[in-house]
């Protein structure tokens, strides 16, 4: 028999039934999307593979979970000063920035967003590198700055194994990118010699850092129990303090670090087959269609970069199967990739606020006219989706914050799907709660920390440097 705490988890797991007149459609359709809903057992399951995963991956024992040493040991204490220059690499823009801090505060940014065209992304890596900085000279140039000796953070958000605060090896692409000679490359040093060929400027890079740990540093800034970064963007990942006692893998020196920022790199887990037991027909076909085939399960389980592809692969299989748009048959929606995960949640919207609006908008993109039942079913499907990703973030949130075992965590988020969707985040907040009921956690948004953090991160780098110098 199921103990209550476990009902009331169970319950509140459930999404709003499909309510169709149709009786045997309902039930069809219900029966399809039944491998998409995750019990509270099999939520339990996850999260007892997820704190093993942790736990081998933390003692260097075989695991889908990376747990890799930022060697950021501290979090900023309010005495950053200066001007600083930060990169910011990991979607189809990349972001060159300035910063001014005074008292850990940024008082003066200028931004500028450089598009990298697909050829870029996926050819070889020497043109990336070239591209990245030509646009940090031009950048430089047009503040007046060439001749200013410039920190520099660099965000490259992708899995690095990390031999020091500014060595970052590319363990393997994710999201849009595939430029296969950079695998197993420093990023910092490409960026470093492709800087010097130029030799225009006086950048200096001096960290190199993941999207989740400035999001945890710049959360930081805003509220002092900060100690989970997350982003759930194009891709997702985590990273949080752990005590420096527990890090197995420390390269340089110790100098009596308390704690540091672990990138746990969650994108990823799952690739040992761990997980494949929630893997759907649709999840497969996801995979099938996707850049790196195999690669990064959970990532595709819940990020912006598949959601949407995951909803339109379920829309196609009603479709086909006589369920949806029985009037009309959608030639692009057949295309993979073509339903962006904006629309689900543009839908998600309408769930919410109990209107078909941008249902109607979104699909008309498709040139479908739905009828009131279509509507109610492509919902129903963002709904299942969406709720799936919720669930499952929230499981690997909640294990996180035991394993952790601090009073009260602040969880700092960014990324474009957390900041788009009308409910992840009351989904969140009530997950974690139901997960874990003695933990205190709040989640907050901490705006542009692949930005901001990779400033702070240079701060806090040369700050560390000068105390050991
Ligand atoms: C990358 C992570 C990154 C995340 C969010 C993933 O694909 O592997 O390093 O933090 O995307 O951008």
């Known amino acids: ?120 992304r996926t050819d070889s890596g020497i043109p990336l590198f070239e591209y990245l900085a030509e646009c940090v000279s031009n950048f430089v140039i047009s503040e007046g700055l060439q001749d200013v000796e410039l920190p520099l953070g660099f965000t490259f958000s992708f899995p690095m194994i990390q031999h020091s605060l500014e060595i970052g090896i590319l363990v393997t692409w994710t999201k849009s990118f595939n430029c296969p000679d950079v695998v197993n490359k420093d990023a910092v040093q490409l960026l470093k010699d492709a800087l010097a060929r130029r030799g225009d400027t006086r950048v200096k890079v001096v960290a190199v ?14 509220d002092r129990h900060t100690a989970i970064g997350l982003i759930l963007g194009t891709g997702s990942n985590a990273c949080y303090l752990e005590r420096a006692d527990k890090v197995e893998h420390w390269e340089p020196e110790r100098h009596g670090e308390r704690e540091v920022i672990i990138d746990i790199e969650w994108g990823a887990f799952g690739d040992n087959g761990v997980l494949d037991f929630i893997k759907t027909e649709f999840d497969l076909e996801n995979d099938a269609n996707s850049l790196m085939v195999n690669s990064f399960t959970f990532e595709k389980y819940i990020s912006g970069k598949y959601l949407g592809e995951i909803v339109r692969i379920i829309l196609v299989r009603l479709m086909k199967d006589g369920l949806l748009f029985t009037r009309q048959t959608s030639e692009s929606l057949l295309i993979p990739g073509s339903f962006i995960t904006d629309y689900v949640s543009l839908i998600e919207q309408d769930t919410v606020d109990g209107c078909w609006l941008h249902t109607k908008e979104v699909l008309a993109k ?30 690997c949130l909640a294990t996180l914050l035991d394993h952790m075992e601090r009073e009260e965590v602040t969880i700092a988020v960014d990324g474009s799907l957390y900041k788009h969707h009308p409910r992840l985040e009351s989904w969140m907040n009530k997950y974690i709660s139901l997960l874990t009921p003695a933990r205190k956690f709040k989640l907050i948004h901490a705006q542009d920390g692949s930005g901001k953090g990779a400033a702070i991160v240079a701060a806090i780098a040369l700050r560390i440097k000068s105390r050991l110098e």
Do not use: W
């Open 1 to 120: 028999m199921m103990v209550p705490t476990e009902r009331v988890l169970h319950e509140s797991i459930q999404v709003n039934a499909l309510d169709l007149t149709d009786d045997v459609k309902r039930q069809k359709i219900a029966n399809l999307l039944t491998q998409m809903r995750l019990s509270s057992a099999t939520a339990r399951k996850i999260q007892d593979i997820f704190r093993s995963e942790m736990n081998k991956g933390i003692h260097l024992q075989p695991s889908s979970l990376q747990m890799e040493n930022t060697y950021i040991p501290e979090l900023p204490d309010g005495t950053e000063e200066g001007l600083f220059l930060a990169l910011d690499l990991g979607g189809t823009n990349f972001r060159v920035l300035l910063l001014e801090l005074v008292n850990g505060v940024v008082v003066r940014e200028d931004v500028k967003k450089y598009h990298i065209d697909a050829h870029l």
């Open 209 to 222: 850092l993941n999207d989740t740990t400035g999001t945890l540093i710049q959360g930081a800034t805003q």
């Open 366 to 395: 498709f040139h479908i006219v739905p009828d009131e039942e279509d509507i109610k079913i492509v919902q129903y499907v963002c709904e299942v989706a969406s709720n799936r990703a919720a669930l499952l973030v929230s499981i």
